[in-house]
């Protein structure tokens, strides 16, 4: 067993180190046990947990009593082993029951990919194809198949709370359909989602691996090495992570008891947080990676590899062990005694950036370098020669900053002058003065220093924008702070002079002349009565004042002159008095009754009785100026044509009956 720690998670290799082969004798065993540690601490958890060459695709069974690996990909439809269906190589379809081979048939292209719908009972395969078909296990026939806009599919999964089916194509699109309807209902980009601003790819991303989370969550993986999250209800993703191997992502798995998403590329297996997207935790194992599961309600973790051998992690922080090895709890309880944590003492970290400055950005995705994080590691020694030949004065430059240091070091035993913000300067020097207050009162009780307004970022403006300036000559400064001008008096001339030793950049701070804060504080409190006078003699200043500037505007406003302004009105439009506006602002005050009676004086209402007791009320509309001079123009227009009619009476025809014409 080995026993790595990244980020303060522990995780332990129940697979790792050399096994043993069965044709030893248990005697000849005993003795390498002795001498070989690596064979002592070696954990057989499940005896033969080998394929005779690769596995693909791992899974646990859902009542978590077996544990299956394939080379294509299969399906569990049962709680147990007693019906699995299996997608062969060769287009193949075999179904299992618990006696052993049930079924074979086989679909039309080479598949990838398949999902099963349980609510229908439909078999939905992907693959080299643009089609996804459909084989029903209750009529024990294929169904009409989905017509995709895809050239082919990759990776396939249905949603476990509504059933919504997606699908991953080779264009980089994820394609969503509804089985009940058969018709597609959404379709995402991640090929233009995954692409940002510190990516590298050399071609178009296809979706490589894609797993649903609950009824809304949706997790992408591409085969240039990012994950993305969706959220069903938006187009874009939430959070993209890059594996910064550029390899296809293999598997995506979710935690939900601590929110994370475990995903997998060939070389490395990274968890992080799904709403922050930071990295929890990552490992990376001796053989390139295929598919990665999750035991049900546990901490373990199985992996399928391009090996016959496959592995088995134990991370006590995401579970308990199971029930059939409940044993690991103790057993890494001792081994925390003397952990072997991976340290990356040989090894230097570097990001992209170093690596373009270094002239090695070709080495990413080799072995030289190892994907962490949001850089590298690569070997100290690769990083030294590198740094060598990248700069050759390196040592130069270690010298100056040498130097450097040391002048930090010296200025630094002198006098450290206060220096003052450039705005609220007064304000400051009460702070800081308050600060040493408080400071000697904390040492003497042995207690915790509060935080300075002055370090706080969040009183930063008040210091550096001219805006947020005390004006000490206004009213409610000078009512509310009374005894504060003779106190500010005595802090001006300790301003001063901190001003005039910062100017001159003297080494010793002179002590200002006057009287201590505790001299001050206490004369500052020590009768009411003072105070009450201060605020009387405030009150008198700000009258006078207030006297002055009155009698200054009353001079100004006689000596203008009162000039007429001429205002012009718009065409088609006529003057109104003031009288009307007047007029109309009494009438609008008046009740509904007083209104109405004064409608019927002007001739505008008419109010009358009708015969099944009810009041009729008939109004007529005030008409405005363009509309009674649209209706003057209608009538001098028909008074002038009565008077240029005609008569016809001549043409009628006198000795002809009834003939108009002759």
Not at 491 to 517: C, D, F, N, V
Not at 561 to 577: D, M, N, V, Y
């Amino acid at each position: 067993m080995q026993v790595s720690s990244l980020n303060e998670v522990k995780i332990y290799s129940l697979s790792a180190g050399r096994s043993l082969p069965e044709w030893l004798s248990d005697r000849k065993k005993r003795a390498l046990q002795k001498k070989d540690v690596d064979i002592r601490r070696r954990i057989e958890l499940i005896q033969d947990f080998e394929m005779p060459t690769v596995s693909t695709k791992i899974k646990v069974s859902r009542d978590g009593q077996y544990v299956m690996a394939v080379v294509v990909t299969f399906e569990i439809l049962s709680d147990d082993y007693s019906k699995i269906v299996f997608l062969q190589c060769d287009r193949f379809v075999e179904f299992h029951s618990q006696h052993g081979h049930y079924y074979r048939t086989r679909i039309p292209k080479f598949g990838r990919d398949f999902s099963y719908h349980y609510p229908s009972c439909d078999l939905y395969f992907v693959g080299a194809s643009s089609e996804v078909y459909r084989l029903n296990l209750e009529q024990g026939r294929f169904l009409n198949s989905l017509q995709t806009d895809a050239s082919e599919s990759n990776v396939c999964d249905i949603n476990p709370v509504h059933f919504l089916f997606a699908m991953g194509t080779a264009e980089g699109k994820v394609e969503c359909w509804d089985p009940r309807t058969r018709n597609r209902v959404g379709l995402l980009d991640c090929a233009l989602s995954s692409v940002t601003a510190d990516t590298e790819i050399d071609g178009l991303p296809s979706i490589s691996a894609l797993k649903f989370d609950g009824a809304l969550n949706m997790a992408v993986g591409t085969s240039t090495g990012q994950v993305l999250l969706y959220d069903l209800r938006s187009s874009n993703p939430l959070i993209v992570k890059d594996h910064h191997y550029g390899l296809p992502i293999k598997s995506i798995q979710f935690q939900r008891q601590l929110d994370l998403i475990i995903s997998a590329d060939s070389r490395i297996i990274k968890m992080w947080n799904k709403d922050t997207g930071k990295i929890f935790t990552s490992m990376e194992p001796e053989y390139d990676i295929n598919d990665v599961c999750l035991y049900p309600n546990s901490g373990m973790l199985m992996t399928a590899n391009e090996a016959p051998k496959m592995n088995i992690y134990y991370i006590p922080v995401l579970g308990p062990a199971p029930k059939w090895c409940s044993f690991l709890d103790n057993l890494t309880e001792e081994l925390e005694e003397n952990p072997e944590s991976t340290v990356y003492d040989d090894y230097k970290f570097v990001t992209r950036k170093d690596l373009e400055n270094l002239g090695l950005s070709h080495l990413i995705g080799s072995s030289l370098l190892r994907a962490y994080m949001h850089g590298f590691f690569m070997d100290i020694r690769l990083y030294h020669k590198a740094k060598m030949m990248a700069n050759p004065f390196a040592y130069e430059e270690y010298r100056r900053e040498k130097i450097r240091q040391k002048i930090e070091e010296t200025r630094a035993q002198r006098v450290q002058l206060k220096k003052l913000p450039k705005v609220n300067k007064e304000l400051a020097l009460k702070l800081i003065e308050e600060e040493g207050e408080e400071q000697q009162v904390t040492r003497k009780r042995k207690q915790k220093n509060l935080p300075s307004l002055l370090k706080d970022d969040r009183f930063k403006v008040m210091f550096e924008n001219p805006d947020y300036q005390v004006d000490e000559q206004s009213e409610e400064f000078r009512l509310l702070n009374p005894l504060v001008s003779k106190i500010s008096e005595k802090r001006k001339r300790k301003l001063k002079i901190l001003e005039e030793l910062e100017a001159q950049e003297q080494e010793e701070e002179e002590e200002p002349e006057g009287k201590a804060s505790d001299a001050e504080s206490s004369e500052s409190s020590d009768d009411e009565k003072g105070w009450v006078e201060e605020v009387r003699k405030q009150r008198k200043l700000l009258r006078q004042e207030e006297k002055v500037k009155w009698q200054e505007r009353f001079k100004e406003d006689q000596q203008t002159l009162l000039k007429p302004h001429f205002f012009e009105i718009k065409e088609g439009e006529e003057f109104r008095s003031f009288k009307d506006s007047a007029k109309k602002q009494k009438l609008m005050k008046k009740t509904l009754e007083d209104r109405l009676k004064l409608e019927e004086k002007l001739g505008t209402l008419n109010v009358s009785d009708t015969t099944v007791g009810s009041k009729q009320a008939t109004f007529k509309l005030k008409k405005s100026e363009q509309q009674k001079k649209q209706q003057e123009a209608e009538k001098q227009h028909r008074q002038e044509r009565k008077t240029l009619r005609r008569s016809a009476s001549h043409l009628k025809s006198k000795c002809g009956r009834g003939r108009l014409f002759h």
